[in-house]
């Protein structure tokens, strides 16, 4: 069975250490070097072709989250699993922008770390659930923000024409109920949906329900 090549990267020996002899546990992991700082861990992690680089945040002359940048630039076949005190949302967010495929907590470590590598490598990504909390989060308010400024968007008859269409009234209806022509009606509705990027009526009935343009 092959081995998942691991480097450890840590600015505190007493870490390190740990680190490595919590690893060297595992017969399917191997420790092939440590690195003291980010500029080190980017030349090893160029030299070594880690499978995994279990990186800590916070390190003298480059932090971790640059390192992970530096290192899926040069190493792309490499995956980094950050280990850091860290568990706010600007460092976990920073993280995952950079391109880490997990982040675990050193508190959590542990047996945690073990298969935390092995979901990194096996599976592409891991997260503590503190840090699962924190990306949903703020998916949702990019997602509400998104949907907020597309709205934003729309033209008075296009809200209009909007509702008519979550409420069930057909082009030719709602062209009668504005006294305008089926087509007008037929254009307004194509560029709210495109706006929206919505694709059926189904889309347009769930969207108007989310944001309570519309009742059941």
């Known amino acids: 069975m092959a081995t998942i090549r691991v480097l450890i990267a840590d600015d505190h020996a007493i870490v390190?250490?740990?680190?490595?002899?919590?690893?060297?546990?595992?017969?399917?992991?191997?420790?092939?070097?440590?690195?003291?700082?980010?500029?080190?861990?980017?030349?090893?992690a160029r030299e070594l072709k880690p499978d995994v680089v279990v990186m800590d945040i916070g390190m003298p002359h480059l932090g971790g989250i640059e390192?992970?940048?530096?290192?899926?630039?040069?190493?792309?076949?490499?995956?980094?699993?950050?280990?850091?005190?860290?568990?706010?949302?600007d460092h976990v967010l920073e993280a995952i922008w950079a391109g880490?495929?997990?982040?675990?907590?050193?508190?959590d470590a542990g047996a945690a770390l073990a298969e935390g590598i092995r979901e990194?490598?096996?599976?592409?990504?891991?997260?503590?659930?503190?840090?699962?909390?924190?990306l949903m989060e703020a998916y949702l308010r990019c997602?509400?923000?998104?949907?907020?400024d597309s709205y934003e968007r729309l033209t008075d008859r296009e809200?209009?024409?909007?509702?008519?269409?979550?409420?069930?009234?057909?082009?030719?209806?709602?062209?009668?109920?504005?006294?305008v022509s089926p087509k007008t009606v037929d254009r307004h509705r194509s560029n709210l949906m495109a706006k929206l990027d919505l694709h059926d009526r189904t889309e347009v009935v769930k969207y108007a329900l989310r944001r309570q343009l519309i009742d059941l």
């Open 159 to 179: 809200r209009e024409i909007l509702i008519l269409v979550a409420e069930g009234h057909t082009n030719q209806r709602i062209a009668r109920m504005l006294h």
């Open 120 to 134: 990194v490598h096996l599976w592409g990504g891991v997260l503590h659930p503190a840090a699962a909390k924190i």
């Open 67 to 89: 390192a992970t940048r530096r290192i899926l630039r040069d190493s792309p076949e490499s995956r980094v699993l950050i280990l850091s005190q860290h568990e706010d949302a």
């Open 100 to 107: 880490a495929s997990g982040y675990l907590l050193k508190r």
């Open 16 to 44: 390190r250490d740990g680190l490595r002899a919590l690893l060297d546990e595992n017969p399917d992991i191997e420790v092939v070097d440590v690195a003291v700082d980010g500029v080190e861990t980017v030349q090893k």
């Open 143 to 148: 997602e509400c923000a998104q949907r907020l």
